[in-house]
């Protein structure tokens, strides 16, 4: 069973940075699409950023575009997300996830295999 683990969650300024890691664990011998999901209060779940542990660029959400890297450490089953210039509309609960093969179709959370529960990120103005 995989089992993702989020962190780094926490409340920030405006301007601010934070990063977000999610520790993996049972992995078999396969590449996956992980991906950094978020859900703020009376929204849907959206697709943040993607990537594929097999090599290509990263994936990115028009709304973190160039505030945004998503990264990963192959070796320690690990997945960051580094967030600059954070927004209070940054502010939500922000998930782990991951599918087996590449990452088409990733924004849709149903695609998904497996999920972490998730870390909260708050952003003051």
């Known amino acids: 069973q995989v089992q993702l683990v989020e962190s780094g969650g926490g409340s920030v300024q405006a301007g601010g940075s934070l990063r977000l890691s999610c520790a993996g664990s049972?992995?078999?011998?396969?590449?996956?699409?992980m991906a950094w999901f978020r859900q703020a209060p009376g929204k849907e779940r959206e697709g943040v950023a993607a990537?594929?542990?097999?090599?290509?660029?990263?994936i990115y959400d028009d709304s973190v575009k160039g505030r945004f890297t998503i990264s990963r450490d192959n070796a320690k089953n690990t997945l960051y997300l580094q967030m600059n210039s954070l927004t209070p509309e940054d502010t939500a609960m922000y998930y782990c996830a991951a599918a087996i093969g590449t990452c088409g179709s990733w924004r849709s959370h149903i695609g998904m295999d497996y999920w972490g529960k998730g870390t909260l990120v708050t952003i003051s103005s």
């Open positions: 990537i594929y542990t097999g090599g290509g660029s990263a």
């Open positions: 049972g992995y078999t011998n396969h590449n996956y699409c």
